[in-house]
Each structure stands twice: as C-alpha cells, then as structure tokens.
C-alpha cells in the first residue's frame, strides 16, 4: 500500500505512551469497557463470539523481561480474534541493528499497532512518532500506565474510588510512580508517594500532575507519616529492570520502606495492599501481607487482562468501542426517564 493510502487509513492513529491525552471521562470510559469486556470473557462459551480485533495483528516488542504485560497482551488479542507477533528487543536490535525510524515505518506496514516494553522513553517516543499506527507503551524507565491503568480499574472495579481515596505508594520514585503521578493529574485522588531522598520520582511528571490543580500530590520520606489514614498502600520492587548493579546499595536505602504488618497497621483497617509484581518477599513487602487478608494482588495483575483488551479495542476499533458507550448512554437514558 502506497505510505500516503496507509496515512489515511490510520489517520487520527491514538498512541498510549502516557495518561497525557486522557481526560478524567474517558478513563472512566474506559473502565466502564473493560466490566464489560471482563463479564464478556466469562460468557466465552455462550456461543456469541466476540471478535473486535479480527484480522488485526500486533507487533510486540520486549526489550526487558515479563510475565504479566507479555501474557495477558498477547493472549488479550488472541481472545478479541487478532493475532500478536512477539519480538525479542535484542534479535530486532532497536537502534543497533536498525533505526527506530525504520523499525517504525517498517511495522506499520505489516502491523495494525505496535506494544512496546523498552529502555529508554525517548525510543518509544520515537516510534510513535515515525509509526503510521497505535504504539503502547508496555513500560519503559520513565512509566508503565498499563499497568497504573490496572491498578485504579481493580478499585473502581471493588468500588473504592473516589475522589478522596488516599493511595499511598511505598518506595522508589520509578516507572510505576511516575505513572500514578501522571495519573494524579488526570483523575482526582490523593496521591503520596514515600521513598528516600534521592529516589524521588520525575520532575517534569510531578510538576505538571500538580500544576494540573487535579489532586492532592505529596512526595515525603517519611513512609509512617505517609500511610496514615491510607485507603490503599502500593509497593514495587527496590529495584527496576536495568538498576540491578545497584541492588546492593537499594537493598540497604530503602529497608526502612518495606510494606510489612506494622506500617500496614498504621493505616485504615480496610486499607487493601496493591503491588504491580513480580514481588520480593521480605524486601518491599513481607510475605504476610502480600499473601494476606488485605492483598488484592492477584485481581489487579488479572485485570491488566481485561484493562489492555479494552484499551486495544479503543485503539484499533474505536467504532466498536463508541457503540458500546453510544448504548450504554441510550440505556442509562431510558432507565432515567422510566424513573
Ligand atoms: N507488572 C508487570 O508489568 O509485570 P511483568 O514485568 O511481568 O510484565
Ligand atoms: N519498576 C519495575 C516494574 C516491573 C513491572 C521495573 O521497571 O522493573
């Protein structure tokens, strides 16, 4: 196909590198999908197939390791009736053995989007910018919003959101917290995020979540102050994909930071326990209270399944994806005139 027919077929292309083009609606929009999406995976056998994303294929790059993002991307688009392409970083060589450019120009060619876990954020920006096609961020150094997209999903989903819900994320200011700051100044909450000096998160992410006026945003170093009262206390590795010269001195910065039942006991009793995983046992969190009462850590890896099908469904079938909204809207309409 001529690159002009292409740039035309795919004009209006929605990237997800970031919350930045997301308003407070749309993610609830988004949400709302993903329920749907959810109790339409456990009505698979009905004999309705449910196929959004037929005849559409995926590229898939990972640069870094993973379970969870890998797993539930490509079984995610099998289900929806579309097909993933996985790429190890290293055999394609982002940017050694080819450009970003080309690599970009080349996928959009054969592909109908592009899921990327990389290094640097700057590459993905890259693709997105030469892609003529969706390219997701599936983490990079600077964020992972899949996967804080997941997290504010599982407690919208158990009904705890609001506006006032204090999430309280303890330990390094790295991809995930960045991505909950982002969050922040999108949809109200109040967010803190505790860690070492030294280990706060991105400048740019936190100053324009606060000058966004959207939430109550502390960054502090105290993680027993910080927890008070907290609604929910989130953890994450000491150490990210790519730092791991640096454990040693990680490991002894930030014991002071660990989710254990004593700083758990300092917020509200209904508090839940979030990690992104894969988890640390006896670093970040103790094992009692990742595999305690109040932990809901396998319901939110689970629904980064339900959460990314809704999002690719968006990207690559928005007029599916604006007839379920346009009906939902019908159907919340009709019930309020019925009264
Ligand atoms: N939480 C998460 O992204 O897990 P993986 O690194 O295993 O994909
Ligand atoms: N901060 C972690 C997240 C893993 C899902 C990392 O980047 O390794």
Redesign the pocket.
């Known amino acids: 196909m001529e690159e002009h027919v292409l740039k035309q077929v795919h004009a209006g292309k929605r990237d997800f590198l970031g919350f930045s083009h997301l308003d407070a609606a749309k993610i609830i929009e988004l949400f709302d999908y993903s329920l749907f999406i959810k109790r339409k995976r456990t009505e698979r056998s009905s004999g309705d197939p449910f196929l959004p994303l037929k005849d559409r294929t995926v590229a898939m790059i990972f640069s870094k ?6 797993v539930s991307f490509e079984l995610g688009i099998h289900e929806l009736g579309g097909y993933a392409i996985n790429l190890e970083g290293k055999s394609i060589g982002v940017g050694s053995r080819e450009s970003v450019e080309d690599i970009a120009r080349l996928l959009s060619r054969y592909n109908d989007a592009i899921v990327a876990r990389l290094h640097e954020h700057s590459v993905i920006e890259g693709l997105a910018a030469n892609a003529s096609i969706p390219v997701v961020n599936a ?1 990079t150094d600077l964020s ?1 919003p899949c ?1 804080v997209l997941a997290d504010a999903f599982t407690l919208y989903e158990k009904g705890l959101w609001h506006k006032d819900i204090k999430v309280v994320f303890v330990g390094d200011g790295n991809n995930v917290a960045n991505s909950w700051i982002e969050l922040a100044g999108i949809l109200p909450f109040h967010f803190v995020l505790a860690c070492p000096e030294g280990y706060t998160p991105d400048s740019g992410l936190l100053d324009a979540a606060r000058n966004a006026g959207i939430s109550r945003i502390e960054v502090i170093h105290d993680p027993e102050a910080a927890v008070s009262d907290a609604d929910v206390l989130y953890t994450d590795v000491w150490t990210s994909m790519g730092q791991e010269d640096e454990q040693e001195e990680r490991l002894r910065i930030f014991a002071p930071y660990q989710i254990n039942s004593r700083l758990l006991g300092l917020a509200k009793p209904s508090a839940v326990v979030m990690h ?3 988890a640390h046992r006896g670093q970040e969190i103790t094992a009692e209270v990742m595999d305690g009462p109040q932990s809901v850590v396998i319901d939110e890896a689970e629904n980064r399944l339900h959460v990314q099908k809704a999002l690719m469904v968006k990207l690559l079938n928005h007029e599916e994806y604006r007839k379920f909204h346009l009906t939902h809207r019908l159907l919340n309409a009709a019930k309020n005139i019925k009264g």
């Open positions: 390791p993973s379970l969870r993002t890998r983490l992972h996967q992104c995983m894969p």
